[in-house]
């Protein structure tokens, strides 16, 4: 059994998430998986698991956050 990158948990249905970069990372739920790698919104720190928005290189979880912090045009 795999045990969770994120909260140590023994799970014989746990699975392997391979990220953008090449990273192999195990985890036990959706839940513990998004924690480690959803990104956070720049202005409300709320993990986007969604499409989000993004400015550059900046991401937020909407436009409405993305506006509160001066960004006018937003791609979302």
């Keep these: 059994m795999a045990h969770c990158d994120v909260c140590g ?38 993990r986007v698991l969604g499409h989000g928005a993004e400015a550059g290189d900046r991401i937020f979880c909407c436009a409405a956050c993305a506006r509160a912090v001066g960004v006018e045009k937003v791609r979302a």
């Design 9 to 46: 948990n023994e799970y014989d249905k746990a699975f392997t998430v391979i990220t953008a970069d090449g990273a192999s990372r195990v985890f036990d739920s959706v839940e513990c998986a998004a924690h480690a790698i959803a990104p956070v919104c720049e202005h409300c720190g709320c």
